[in-house]
């Protein structure tokens, strides 16, 4: 095998680190599907277009001339009321019909997403620049920058802070009775359409939070939304619902698949990859059921 | 019973008729006659897997693409070397005659009906055992997969594009390649919809049904359910690809994501017009491509740059508010006129019960 990255390597490492950094990020996003798949059901296809939404709200900030690392704080904010909005706008009439409606009503939104933040702000590859420079390792033969390290940080603090949230506040315990049984939450009086318009507030806030990290260690464009959305659907269907540290092992399993797939396969293939191993994993997860004559529900 | 018949018959042989003769009587809109018959096509084949087997695929638009890209392979690969012709604007230093032309888009168009229809056969087997939104979701992901890999693909243009080779010059009437296009085009449409009507007729479309419905109490009562998911694919990648191949022959030019796998615009297309007729019905993706066609071409124009913004916000609409179709509103209203029995007294005990 004549890769480059089996000759060197310090290429390993360097794919290595990228790719549990990145991982982690994809995990936070992952997160907030799986909190509203199993509470609301719905599986949302613009999920990654708010990811992206919520980076250039930080991108916006960094125009202004405020550091883009507050984006982690305003963008969380602002984007729960974008997902509140959009709740009560059009999810809230998908909620309890067919997965396939919701599906399609999604991708309307996503459609409508890409296209406003291309008015918007312009159709540039753009990135927010932190300054927070680069960690050398291993003899600067490892570069990290500094900004992958802090958005996996703040990812973590981010998940640890929702994982409290949820078990000990009042709105918490109502999300997660929700999920468990709507109907018999709404007997012993929870309101429910709060909770779904909570839930999806809070995915969208968490989306926020990605894309402002995102902003700083990546970059960002209007139409590269989907990826983030298979990818984070690729991790829920690995990991299942609910099951919080199976979502970052496999976040960052996905992160570290990526990295090879890009130095193996080459850049131009990877979001293909990334498309492909969704597939493979479905497929795979199809022969592994039908093997005790069940399927994926 | 036979007066149904020739009623039929009137309405066959009048749109035949119409459609034989659009090209000359709106001659300005050759162009988009053949995008209408493409169109329609597309939704009457997505409507077979999405309508009457009930697996929603965002898929077909694979088979769409890889006709595409077959199409013009094989129509330059039979004459010229196809690496010098996507690689530097081959369509200039090589030229086809005319009958090299036609026997290229002839077997080109055969090659492309018939790879998408083993590969559907191949991978269905795989895909197919997938049930519900993780078929659509899966199906989606094939497409743009699809995309991105042909997009990093030398030999087929990559990303800068592959110009299909241009319509003979020989031929000096102006008309001939629209009237060309076009015909190939309908002639597909008058097949796929004998082929759709045969099926609707068949016992095929109730084993789809049958799936639809509930596939393991198809499974139960002893349908070979997989075989019949897998052929009812494979139909629609035939027809898909045929559509694909005329479709790039039309447009001239070749882009991986934006032009052959194109899932924001045709695999998105396919899936809303079929809903928008209604569908599970012979006639809902007919209509509904129409209408929707009609919409798009009159409003497009109209909202420039902002299309994109008024097609989501259709999906939506249509999606939320309006699932069944037109077909299915019809249905609902006039209930008769589908054949349906219907008995007065329970029809009112049903409405006091709501």
């Known amino acids: ?297 | 019973m036979e007066k149904v018949k020739q009623k039929d018959l009137i309405l066959y042989s009048g749109l035949i008729i119409l459609g034989l003769a659009a090209p000359y009587l709106f001659s300005a809109f050759k162009v988009q006659l053949t995008y209408l018959c493409v169109l329609i096509v597309l939704a009457m084949t997505w409507n077979l897997q999405g309508g009457e087997m009930g697996y929603n695929t965002f898929g077909n638009i694979l088979f769409y693409g890889l006709g595409m890209y077959l199409t013009a392979s094989v129509q330059v690969g039979m004459f010229f070397p196809l690496a010098e012709w996507t690689e530097s604007g081959g369509e200039k230093t090589f030229v086809h005659t005319t009958t090299q032309y036609f026997q290229g888009i002839g077997v080109g168009l055969l090659v492309a009906a018939i790879i998408p229809t083993i590969i559907a056969g191949a991978i269905g087997y795989a895909i197919l055992g997938l049930r519900g939104h993780y078929f659509a979701i899966c199906t989606l992901g094939l497409g743009i997969a699809a995309g991105e890999i042909a997009g990093g693909i030398e030999i087929i243009g990559a990303g800068q594009g592959f110009t299909t080779p241009p319509f003979p010059a020989e031929i000096v009437d102006a008309e001939a390649r629209g009237k060309f296009f076009y015909f190939l085009s309908f002639a597909l449409l008058i097949g796929t919809f004998v082929f759709v009507k045969y099926i609707y007729g068949s016992r095929f479309r109730l084993i789809l049904n049958a799936i639809r419905d509930n596939e393991d109490k198809a499974e139960a009562m002893g349908i070979q359910t997989m075989k019949y998911k897998i052929v009812g694919w494979m139909c629609s990648a035939f027809f898909c690809g045929l559509a694909g191949g005329i479709m790039g022959g039309l447009i001239g030019y070749i882009d991986s994501t934006d032009v052959a796998f194109d899932g924001r615009e045709m695999g998105v297309f396919m899936v809303l017009m079929a809903i928008l007729g209604g569908k599970g019905t012979l006639w809902g993706p007919v209509i509904g491509a129409t209408l929707f066609h009609f919409f798009k071409e009159g409003l497009w124009t109209l909202i420039l740059g902002w299309q994109y913004v008024a097609l989501g916000v259709l999906i939506v609409v249509i999606v939320v508010y309006f699932p069944e179709g037109l077909m299915g509103w019809l249905r609902e209203k006039y209930p008769e006129r589908f054949g349906e029995v219907i008995d007065e007294k329970d029809r009112k005990a049903q409405v006091e019960l709501k």
């Open chain 1, 1 to 297: 095998m004549d890769f480059l990255i089996f000759k060197a390597p310090m290429l390993m490492v360097q794919a290595s680190l990228d790719g549990i950094l990145l991982g982690i990020l994809f995990a936070l996003i992952a997160y907030g599907m799986a909190l509203q798949w199993g509470v609301m059901n719905i599986i949302n296809i613009a999920q990654g277009d708010l990811v992206i939404l919520g980076g250039y709200i930080a991108y916006t900030i960094y125009l202004w001339g405020i550091h883009p690392a507050w984006g982690v704080i305003i963008s969380p904010i602002i984007m729960f009321f974008v997902g509140w909005g959009l709740y009560k706008l059009v999810i809230n009439k998908v909620v309890d019909r067919d997965l396939f409606i919701s599906i399609l009503a999604t991708f309307g939104i996503a459609i409508v997403f890409q296209q406003l933040m291309n008015f918007i702000f312009g159709a540039d590859v753009v990135v927010a620049q932190s300054e927070y420079g680069t960690t050398m390792l291993f003899d600067n033969s490892v570069t990290l920058p500094n900004s992958k390290i802090f958005s996996a940080f703040i990812s973590v603090l981010y998940a640890i802070a929702l994982v409290i949230y949820m078990k000990k506040s009042k709105l918490g315990r109502a999300i997660r009775a929700t999920a468990q049984n709507a109907r018999a939450a709404k007997i012993l009086g929870v309101d429910t359409e709060k909770v779904y318009a909570a839930t999806f507030g809070i995915n969208a806030a968490l989306c926020g939070i990605a894309g402002a990290l995102i902003s700083i260690t990546l970059t960002l464009h209007p139409y590269v939304g989907l990826p983030y959305t298979v990818r984070s659907f690729m991790i829920v269907i690995v990991a299942g619902l609910g099951n919080l540290p199976a979502v970052a092992v496999s976040g960052m399993g996905l992160g570290l698949f990526e990295e090879f797939a890009d130095y193996i396969l080459g850049t131009e293939f990877r979001i293909g990859a990334v498309f492909l191993l969704l597939v493979l994993i479905l497929v795979y997860r199809r022969f592994k059921l039908s093997r005790k004559r069940e399927y994926l529900k």
